[in-house]
């Protein structure tokens, strides 16, 4: 599972810099889809840190 975790961090970090490209070069239906993937990719780490930390308890 921490492996997966790491995963999802890294792709919100590349999605974090394609997004700041984006804003740059105006395309801003490119920069809201992967905003929006971004945000799924941060609601799954946040599960997947809550299912470790209840485990854990």
């Known amino acids: 599972m ?3 975790l790491e995963t999802l961090k890294l792709k ?3 999605l ?3 997004i700041d ?3 740059a070069a105006g395309r801003q239906q490119e920069m809201q889809q992967m905003k929006r ?3 799924r990719i941060k609601d ?3 599960a997947l840190q809550r ?3 209840s ?3």
């Open 44 to 46: 799954k780490m946040a």
């Open 21 to 23: 490209n984006c804003k």
């Open 2 to 4: 921490q492996n997966y």
């Open 51 to 53: 299912r470790s930390n």
């Open 37 to 39: 993937l971004r945000l």
């Open 16 to 18: 974090n810099r394609l």
């Open 12 to 14: 919100h970090r590349k």
């Open 55 to 57: 485990a854990c308890s």
